[in-house]
């Protein structure tokens, strides 16, 4: 039988997973001719978003289903207020994963604007993965 702690280590492990594998996709799709970049953008939103929620469930914390970066970094802050604060400016990326999602009018997506996007996703990563280094 697993132990919990293993249960737990596990979640995150396919947390984990899931958001490289969009992190991977965004970056694919900011390399192609596009007339539109915002799947780059979705995709670098889904990922930080993932590599958030792995924190969370590594802390045992509960999370709502949202996209919204900054209402899962308020939850991050209960166990780490400095990392929180580390991955504020990913917050912009919550319109891509809510909001642009649908049609309606919104402004093109240029590839600069999506690479951007994929920086920060990447930064989250980087903060994430030094934050549960050692406890995964």
Same mark, same amino acid.
């Given at each position: ?15 984990? %997973? ?27 939103? +889904?990922?930080?978003?993932?590599? @958030?929620?792995?924190?969370?469930? #590594?802390?045992? @914390?509960?999370?709502? %289903?949202?996209?919204? @970066?900054?209402?899962?970094? +308020?939850?991050?802050?209960? #166990? ?20 642009? #999602? ?9 590839? %600069? ?9 990447? #930064?989250? %990563? ?8 050692? @406890?995964?």
């Amino acid at each position: 039988m697993r132990q919990p702690e293993q249960v737990v280590e596990d979640f995150v492990q396919q947390w984990l %997973k899931k958001a490289n594998s969009d992190l991977q996709a965004a970056k694919l799709l900011c390399t192609g001719e596009l007339e539109d970049y915002f799947t780059g953008g979705f995709h670098a939103q +889904q990922a930080a978003e993932k590599y @958030i929620k792995a924190f969370l469930v #590594r802390h045992q @914390i509960e999370f709502p %289903k949202t996209h919204d @970066i900054g209402r899962l970094r +308020q939850l991050v802050a209960r #166990r780490d207020a400095a990392l929180a604060e580390r991955l504020e400016k990913a917050d912009v990326l919550t319109p891509y994963g809510v909001d642009m #999602r649908y049609p309606e009018e919104f402004e093109v997506v240029s590839q %600069k604007r999506a690479e951007c996007a994929v920086a920060l996703a990447e #930064r989250v %990563k980087e903060e994430i993965l030094t934050s549960l280094k050692g @406890i995964t």
